[in-house]
């Protein structure tokens, strides 16, 4: 077939399949919707470094190199061709027939669904509202006028409270129109404040680069590789702010600082980001004892470690085991805060929490389901097959002890429906926790669960 003889695979009830509410635009929707076509070549051109990389587009929607690799990402081609480490491949490669980045395709069909009947097929799930609100976002990006919120604002335009679920979704929609947040709104706390710029790996190179607008390295279309663990960010104190003193600071100065913050170590800092080292209560007795005429600076400890806020906090802990304590970088390598192991022992603590208390709810709603109902009588209530009890899941507790000749069989003087609903709230809490969501559980869910477990500690004696 021909470049001329191409035409979009696009039937009468398939119109608008190229795009799917709530994941990442693919090279593959581009060819359905006839913004792209097989064969079209591609170009990504580092006038830095005076090179250029070509590739091809294939009729099944992958991106092929001369060397035959092909890749469903235009980041993974992107990154193969030129051997980069990052780079957003959407931003990187332009179509050779008519000069056009992958991106500006990608936002023509994302303009497409919005102006679209809204219960046309394929729309599903598409919010119009977030795409014209990250449209502009995008543009403000573009004319070096980030938009800046905190994280807890930001969550709030697709009606989320905290980091839970409906992350995959953010990401997708922020990743669809070409933006990230910086610092990334994965690694901080809810009430930091981040910026919504434009993605790029390679801010030098990038066609997004060459026209200006403020850029930062950040996940590559479906090659996002953030971790899932809580990072040192994520701890309120991490990005807090920092009391230090100057080198040449005197014991009295250091001192005062210590005692009306209640510190027990403070940065040595010869600018925002020269760390010299620290003071600590230990080091200054030290240097007074050996040397009663000693400075400050015969009390500075040079092996004071700093770390970036985007760490992995597990990666840390060996740091933190040795000093006590780390200094924490922000994304501009400012040294912004300090993460003690007290800081990270009530933020596992406050994980750990809900754990225990979701683990202790589920071996109680086990056991009175095992006392009171047969397998067999569990298999039709759940709709499968069910060999054990301890296959059981909060849904199938729900399933079982919402059935009136099953909530009989308890004798409990309580009210079914409102029982039910509140383990249907627990439900929620125990996907959000083992979803390992960054962010603290909100103040009331450790005490529902509590109360919860307290009243199946009572009541399930009766079962």
């Known amino acids: 077939m021909s ?60 991106i092929r190199l001369p060397d035959g690799q092909e890749f469903s990402s235009p980041s993974g081609a992107a990154m193969a061709a030129a051997g980069m480490r990052a780079v957003d491949g959407w931003l990187a490669w332009t179509v050779e027939e008519n000069g056009r980045p992958l991106d500006a395709l990608r936002q023509e069909l994302l303009d497409r669904a919005a102006a679209g009947p809204p219960d046309e097929p394929g729309v599903e799930g598409f919010d119009r509202r977030v795409h014209q609100r990250l449209r502009e976002a995008r543009q403000r990006a573009e004319e070096n006028q980030p938009e800046q919120f905190s994280v807890r604002e930001l969550l709030s335009l697709w009606g989320a409270k905290d980091r839970g679920d409906q992350i995959g979704r953010i990401e997708d929609d922020l990743a669809n129109h070409g933006l990230v947040t910086s610092p990334s709104f994965r690694k901080v706390t809810l009430d930091s404040t981040v910026r919504l710029v434009v993605a790029s790996g390679d801010t030098d190179d990038s066609p997004a680069a060459a026209a200006g607008p403020v850029t930062v390295a950040g996940p590559a279309d479906d090659l996002d590789d953030d971790p899932i663990g809580l990072t040192v960010g994520n701890l309120p104190s991490a990005l807090g702010g920092l009391k230090h003193v100057a080198p040449n600071a005197t014991f ?32 200054i007795a030290h240097a007074r004892h050996a040397d009663p005429n000693a400075k400050l600076t015969d ?46 022992v009530q933020a596992y603590g406050e994980m750990a929490m809900p754990f225990f208390q979701i683990g202790e709810l589920d071996r109680s709603l086990r056991r009175i389901i095992t006392r009171r109902v047969d397998l067999d009588q569990v298999g039709k209530l759940c709709n499968r097959s069910v ?16 059935d009136t000749s099953v909530w009989s069989t308890l004798g409990w003087p309580l009210d079914r429906r409102t029982f039910i609903d509140r383990l249907h709230e627990i439900r929620h809490i125990r996907n959000d926790v083992m979803h390992f969501n960054p962010d603290p559980p909100p103040p009331d869910t450790i005490d529902k669960l509590r109360k919860v477990n307290s009243l199946l500690r009572h009541y399930g004696e009766l079962a």
Not at 36 to 50: D, Q, T
Not at 267 to 276: E, F, I, M, S, Y
Not at 387 to 402: A, I, P, T
């Open 3 to 62: 470049d001329s003889q191409w035409e979009p695979r696009v039937g009468p009830t398939q119109r608008t399949t190229y795009l799917l509410g709530g994941r990442r635009v693919r090279v593959s929707d581009l060819l359905r919707a006839g913004l792209l076509r097989p064969g079209a070549r591609l170009r990504f051109v580092r006038r830095r470094v005076g090179e250029t990389y070509h590739a091809e587009i294939i009729e099944n929607g992958r």
């Open 252 to 283: 009295d100065e250091a001192i005062t600082k210590m005692l009306l913050n209640g510190y027990s170590q403070l940065a040595v800092l010869n600018g925002p980001r020269n760390l010299r080292g620290a003071v600590t209560w230990q080091s």
């Open 299 to 344: 009390a500075i400890d040079p092996e004071a470690v700093a770390v970036r806020y985007d760490r992995e906090l597990i990666d840390v802990l060996p740091d933190l085991r040795r000093g006590g304590y780390v200094f924490v970088r922000a994304e501009d390598n400012v040294v912004a805060g300090i993460v003690t192991t007290a800081d990270v």
């Open 387 to 402: 060999n054990s009890f301890d296959d059981l899941s909060m849904g199938d507790y729900l399933r079982v002890l919402d």
